[in-house]
């Protein structure tokens, strides 16, 4: 052990002597140039002559003038250039064997190669290093030649046997990232040092030496290529040892991408080019894992990422679908270093975009938005990326315990111009990425028909229910999360023979009776999420298939089942309004009775229909309107209460209640206490104030949009109608609707005799306050609908009440989605009270002849 620490001793003096020869040279060629006299003497044609052959072997020419004057001026000897010139990179890399040197080293020295030197010079290799043998070869050539400085007789470090164990390229020939070459030699110490070659270029790398087998070890040779320009470059690797020997050994083409840079928190567009097949981006993740979600795609795309050796992490394609995923777990730096002995390393990766599945044979450009954050939210018609963490983003239409979280936050985003704007969480929403299924379908086995749960599959919803009279035959699972690979699903089937786990794809039978489906998808952070499907096959347990199935047609089963394994206290009682289906679509679809706005759901719009009162509302297509008509599509945990019973109910209903309802919106104010004045109103005119709390953000907007929930409408300024009772549409004046809710706040249906008579009176007619016009307008309400039996928000929409004044007469709202999204606002407002548990009455009105096929949306 004390001589290999001597020889290492040794070795390091004599290279930090040659080192500090040249550093003097330097100096004092530097003195030189400054006009200070430095004695001189022109070199020997022996010391020229050893020069220029040194030179001419390692293609240095250019280093000669240089060499000479520093050898004529004794900075330097012909043995300093010969040793230097024989164990530089330029010479190692040709490979040659020590016969081979012998030859070159006697040439260089004689002009000619000497038989008899050459002999003696393979001999001194047998025990010594090159630079000895270069120097003592030398000496006996001429004493004033040698090494300025000593340079000792040990052997060095050497290696053999040497195999390489993975190849310097990645797949392809392409090269990102941190490089790593394996493999194994048998090694003499660990002076061993690696350099890469790329287009004859030297780029120094690193060498990381452990214990293998016995006999040999292990090394690892790293080098970053982030310093290399795109395009196809030659590469070739030197491995070098203290004993003055080279060995090449790999070498050949690799390709560097063109990478585009991506920023964390930022939204920037990218394409693949017309008749290109991919393009690159590199991604310094800083602190955190890499996310990257592609939005706005116009075409299939196929996404990878890999980390900062190049390696892949994942890909994902899923095809037809309009998102793509990448996700990364942050890099452990330090351990980087350590592993590769390379400093200044970043959290990078490499993401790659090529043609997807369905778009491989399309040559044209594709277009894309990246988004570099966690979460992704819906701003102002675009997307932006989501800078400040807010957990478990609450899916739209949100679940229990996820409703008040976040009220009156803001969340910091950023859009594509980079601009960063605060945003109250409420007015943002959220993309379904993480922890969610893209697609859930469950098929039999035999036909491959898909099972036709309810409601319709949509990742922001979690729970769903199938009923069948009849066994079901053998089925497969199908559940796709939008994070594709970077997510985990599970799924496992619960019955009375107990809990069993189902891998995807695999084949399972439903037991007669409850069935639970589990679909759990687990987010690339760890979050779960679980989807739920209800089936019953046959009776049920308890009495619920007697009682409360057994009154409705076959088609409501499924949605009943679903909502009575969520909630079991639910009363539904079906109310048979003795009319065809087809007959209450004809009346429905027609004129103005149902409209749609253009500008936010552009695909429920009639194409041929003129627009009603401005704001871009038009005839709903017959489609839309068979939707929202059909009950059925109204039997999922959110939309039922668009079938509530209406009646104030004191146990239910709380002022906390209608303040998470309106929270966000114009009423969420310490100017006024809107939540008490419509709690108030409600308990006065024996109506749900959940009811009047979502019809006032119904119809003067969710921001106030409308004059007449601020008294500021020209002419009528001090006037409120907060339900827009009487604004019947005028197309003939600008702001028709507005100007008739304004007469009628001042003067009830008689706006042009001016008089108000004392039924108006009694809901408090003029509504010249707030109090006034929420009260009156809450009484209105209830007389005009709660007490005629249209105690639903359902049969406020369609009046298929045959009550005194005969059907379709009386309809509060030509809005075709009112009671839908109406009804969901109240889930909204139950949710925050934990009261979705409540004993609930639900009116579910029942027709002949309903359409086979519902719960398709435009």
Not at 221 to 234: D, L, R, Y
Not at 737 to 766: C, F, H, K, Q, V
Not at 774 to 801: C, E, H, M, P
Request: glycine share 10%; hydrophobic share 35%; charged share 20%.
């Amino acid at each position: 052990m004390a001589s290999t620490v001597k020889r290492t001793k040794e070795y390091l003096i004599a290279a930090c002597a040659v080192f500090a020869v040249f550093i003097i040279a330097i100096v004092i060629a530097g003195v030189s140039l400054s006009g200070m006299s430095i004695p001189y003497h022109d070199p020997s044609s022996q010391e020229e002559d050893i020069v220029l052959r040194a030179a001419a072997l390692t293609n240095n020419s250019g280093s000669v003038r240089t060499a000479l004057y520093r050898v004529g001026a004794g900075f330097l000897t012909a043995g300093d250039y010969t040793i230097r010139s024989f164990t530089s990179s330029d010479y190692l890399i040709n490979g040659k064997d020590d016969a081979a040197f012998a030859s070159d080293l006697s040439s260089v020295i004689n002009g000619q190669e000497d038989p008899e030197q050459v002999s003696s010079i393979m001999s001194m290799l047998e025990s010594s290093s090159r630079m000895y043998v270069i120097n003592e070869t030398i000496r006996e050539e001429d004493p004033s030649l040698k090494a300025s400085g000593r340079v000792p007789d040990v052997p060095g470090d050497s290696f053999s046997d040497c195999v390489l164990t993975s190849s310097l390229e990645g797949e392809g020939g392409l090269t990102i990232g941190i490089r790593k070459v394996e493999g194994s030699f048998v090694t003499t110490g660990d002076e061993i040092r690696t350099d890469f070659f790329v287009d004859g270029m030297s780029y120094q790398g690193n060498i990381t030496i452990s214990e293998s087998e016995e006999g040999s070890k292990s090394f690892v040779m790293t080098w970053n290529t982030n310093g290399i320009s795109a395009g196809v470059h030659q590469v070739l690797i030197l491995l070098r040892s203290s004993d003055g020997r080279g060995t090449v050994l790999a070498g050949g083409d690799i390709f560097v991408p063109n990478t585009m840079t991506l920023v964390n928190y930022n939204v920037q567009p990218g394409s693949i080019s017309e008749g290109s097949n991919a393009s690159w981006y590199s991604l310094d993740a800083q602190d955190g894992n890499a996310y990257i979600n592609f939005v706005n795609l116009s075409g299939d795309i196929r996404v990878s990422i890999y980390n900062a050796y190049g390696d892949l992490v994942g890909t994902n394609d899923l095809p037809g679908n309009d998102l793509e995923i990448l996700r990364a777990a942050r890099q452990d730096i330090q351990a980087m270093t350590e592993d590769t002995g390379l400093t200044g390393l970043t959290n990078t990766f490499y993401i790659k975009v090529e043609r997807g599945a369905l778009n491989e044979d399309h040559l044209g450009s594709v277009n894309y938005t990246m988004i570099q954050s966690r979460e992704v939210a819906r701003y102002n018609d675009g997307y932006a990326a989501v800078i400040d963490d807010v957990g478990q983003v609450p899916i739209p239409l949100p679940t229990v315990g996820n409703v008040t979280e976040y009220t009156g936050r803001d969340i910091r985003i950023q859009d594509i111009n980079n601009n960063i704007t605060a945003v109250p969480y409420e007015e943002l929403s959220f993309l379904p990425i993480n922890g969610v299924l893209e697609d859930f379908t469950i098929g039999s086995t035999g036909t491959g028909i898909p099972l036709q749960f309810v409601p319709e599959f949509v990742p922001k919803v979690d729970n769903y229910g199938y009923m069948s009279a009849d066994p079901v035959e053998a089925m497969t699972v199908n559940a796709v999360a939008t994070e594709g690979n970077f997510a985990t699903v599970d799924v496992s089937l619960t019955n009375s023979a107990g809990t069993q786990n189902i891998p995807l794809g695999g084949s399972f039978t439903f037991a007669d009776g409850e069935n639970e489906l589990d679909v759990t998808v687990n987010s690339f952070d760890g979050v779960a999420r679980k989807y739920r499907l209800f089936v019953l096959v046959g009776d049920d347990a308890g009495t619920f298939c007697e009682d409360t199935i057994s009154l409705f047609p076959t088609g409501y089963g499924s949605g009943l089942w679903l909502l009575h394994s969520l909630h079991s206290d639910y009363i539904f009682t079906p109310y048979d309004t003795g009319l065809s289906f087809n007959t209450v679509l004809d009346y429905e679809d027609s004129g103005s009775r149902s409209l749609a706005n253009i500008i936010s759901n552009p695909s429920w719009c009639n194409s041929n229909s003129p627009e009603y009162d401005g704001g871009g509302w038009h005839a709903a297509n017959i489609e839309t309107v068979s939707y929202f008509l059909d009950p059925r599509n109204y039997l999922d945990q959110t939309h039922i209460f668009s079938l509530e019973n209406l009646a104030f109910n004191p146990e239910v209903h709380s002022v906390d209640g209608v303040r998470a309802m309106i929270a966000g919106s114009f009423m969420d104010t310490s100017s006024y206490d809107y939540a008490q004045a419509i709690y108030n109103a409600g308990q006065t005119a024996g109506v749900s104030p959940y009811l009047l709390a979502s019809r006032i953000i119904q119809e003067m907007g969710y921001n106030g949009e409308s004059a007449l929930c601020s008294g500021t409408l020209p002419g009528y300024e001090g006037y409120y109608n907060f339900f827009n009772i009487g604004s019947v549409p005028d197309p003939s004046v600008e702001n028709g609707a507005l100007i008739n809710g304004a007469r009628y706040a001042m003067w009830g249906s008689d706006p042009d005799n001016e008089t108000i008579d004392d039924d108006e009176a009694s809901m408090m007619l003029p509504w010249d306050n707030i109090e006034d016009a929420i009260t009156g307008g809450a009484i209105w309400i209830a007389r005009s609908y709660i007490a005629v039996d249209q105690n639903t928000l359902y049969f406020q929409k369609f009046d298929v009440i045959n009550n005194n004044d005969g059907l379709y007469q009386h309809q509060y709202a030509q809005n075709i989605s009112m009671a839908y999204t109406e009804g969901a606002r109240y889930f909204t407002a139950y949710a925050s009270g934990s009261m979705l548990d409540e004993s609930f009455e639900f009116l579910i009105p029942v027709y002949s002849g309903m359409p086979e096929s519902y719960g398709d949306l435009p």
